[in-house]
């Protein structure tokens, strides 16, 4: 399995292209399922979800061709046709590698009348259920049976063929996911769905906005009640992926904890604007440019208190990297995890590298001013594997980060990006 070696210490700068985001290509894939016609998604980032969604769409007989021009480019093209759909099935083998696969069940039961996706299960970020966006779908006219470990979608029968009615849902906790999924099932129904309480994330936008390129009838996009009047059919569509605001965010620390200055080029800070508050109150410049937002550090950072919260508060996308970051300040920092229990699961790496973080319940003290001195180690997830890039970045000596797989789902091509501004960083292979 890849390693990635860091020798720390370098202050980092330059200018550091952002990719698409991750978690809109996610969404924004699943809405070929919608439409006979191609779709075309652009600024689509390389990572191993990415092309795990490729060939979980392949399953239902939706094509996938990629263009992407050499393989030293970043971002590809990739156009999606779903002319007929073979199969309403998401198997085991594929959802448990990927959970954002449960994101098929909205447009799978709002096309085909049925659909039936393997239980994602357990996450190393909490137990993550999914009966929101059961719930969800049952107040929009589907009947949802659980059996051996899926879950079956159907819609009720208008002149022999399966279509949703459509309603209203109030969700009684903020779900991206869940919100996703029955925006890409109510855009089809017989009638009009509305959603109060629904996620405000920027990626719940940029699937809104694919959704009324492809002829959907959605309004208050961007606020917490969505009206969506549903449409007998949808057409396909060219669209650009937004860029990634937390990879940004992500490089935004990688500054701020080398004491460097980084041109995050492509970001748009309208979608980060809490990630960037946070790194102004840190005492970190902030410098919004016509291509790029510059952040730069120099001197010492100070301490925070920060709480995650739904969009447009901060993010839990991000709690991990301004943990690493604020292990550099000067004094304590209070963070409070209110999204997902057990997201705190790269605390004891982060002690291996000398980090002094004390976590009671969802609330961890930072102490500042630490030494880090590089170490193996290894993370459970996406972001709190990136935080041990960053705390490696700022440490003395050699870090090694084993479990690279997990930052491949995430970040496009990590190590290039970060040796262009100066990081001594390698990828390993076995051995
Ligand atoms: C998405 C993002 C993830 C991000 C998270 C919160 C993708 C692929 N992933 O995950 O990176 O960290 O939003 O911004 O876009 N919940 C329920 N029942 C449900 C669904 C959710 O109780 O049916 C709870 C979750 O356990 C959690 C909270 O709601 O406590 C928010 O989760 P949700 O917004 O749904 O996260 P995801 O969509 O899974």
Same mark, same amino acid.
């Given at each position: ?8 210490? &370098? ?15 996610? *969404? ?29 769409? &392949?399953q239902?007989?939706?094509?996938? *061709? ?21 199969s309403t099935v998401a198997p #085991? ?20 009348? =049925?659909a039936t996706v ?12 999914? /009966?929101?966006? !059961? ?15 899926? %879950?079956? @979608? ?21 779900? %991206?996911?869940? *919100?996703?999924?029955?925006? $890409?099932?109510?855009?089809? @129904? ?6 109060? &309480? ?10 809104? &906005? !694919?959704? %009324? ?13 969505? =009206? ?29 904890? *080398?004491?460097?200055?980084? /041109? ?8 980060? +604007? ?12 902030? =410098? ?6 510059? %952040? ?21 996308? $991000? ?10 300040? /000067? ?9 997902? =229990? ?7 790496? !982060? ?46 000596? +050699? ?5 690279? #797989? ?26």
């Amino acid at each position: 399995m890849d390693r990635i070696l860091i020798r720390g210490g &370098n202050r980092l700068s330059g200018r550091i292209a952002i990719s698409g985001a991750k978690n809109s290509a996610l *969404t924004l894939m699943p809405c070929a399922l919608l439409t006979d016609e191609p779709l075309t998604l652009r600024n689509l980032p390389r990572l191993a979800d990415v092309d795990s969604f490729g060939h979980l769409l &392949n399953q239902f007989g939706v094509s996938t *061709t990629i263009e992407g021009g050499r393989p030293s480019d970043f971002g590809r093209v990739m156009t999606m046709r779903g002319q007929q759909l073979t199969s309403t099935v998401a198997p #085991y083998d594929i959802v448990r590698k990927m959970r954002a696969s449960i994101l098929v069940l909205g447009p799978l039961v709002g096309r085909a009348g =049925e659909a039936t996706v393997s239980l994602p299960g357990g996450c190393a970020i909490g137990n993550r259920p999914i /009966d929101l966006h !059961l719930k969800a779908l049952e107040a929009i006219g589907a009947e949802i049976e659980l059996a051996a470990g899926y %879950v079956k @979608a159907v819609a009720p029968k208008i002149n022999g063929v399966g279509r949703l009615t459509g309603g209203r849902f109030s969700f009684p906790v903020v779900s %991206v996911g869940a *919100t996703e999924n029955v925006l $890409m099932a109510a855009v089809t @129904a017989k009638g009009g769905t509305i959603l109060e &309480n629904a996620a405000r994330e920027p990626e719940i936008v940029d699937l809104c &906005n !694919l959704l %009324v390129a492809m002829g959907a009838s959605i309004s208050g996009i961007g606020t917490e009640t969505l =009206e969506i009047e549903g449409r007998d059919r949808l057409h396909g569509a060219m669209y650009r992926v937004m860029p990634d605001r937390i990879e940004a965010g992500s490089y935004a620390c990688a500054a701020a904890i *080398t004491g460097g200055s980084l /041109d995050l080029v492509g970001a748009s800070a309208h979608d980060m +604007r809490a990630t960037l508050d946070a790194l102004i109150e840190a005492g970190v410049s902030v =410098e919004e440019r016509k291509d790029a937002i510059r %952040v730069s550090a120099d001197g010492p950072l100070k301490p925070l208190t920060l709480s995650t919260a739904p969009f447009p508060g901060f993010a839990t996308d $991000m709690q991990a990297q301004f943990m690493a970051m604020l292990l550099k300040a /000067d004094g304590a920092s209070v963070l409070t995890e209110t999204i997902f =229990e057990n997201r705190y699961m790269h605390v004891p790496e !982060l002690a291996r590298m000398g980090a002094h973080i004390d976590v009671r319940g969802r609330t961890a003290v930072v102490h500042g001013n630490a030494s880090l001195v590089g170490a193996p180690v290894m993370a459970t997830d996406l972001r709190a594997s990136m935080s041990l890039i960053l705390a490696g970045l700022a440490a003395e000596g +050699r870090t090694e980060v084993n479990r690279v #797989y997990h930052l491949d789902r995430g970040y496009e091509r990590l190590e290039e990006k970060l040796q262009g501004v100066g990081a001594d960083i390698e990828r390993l292979g076995d051995g």
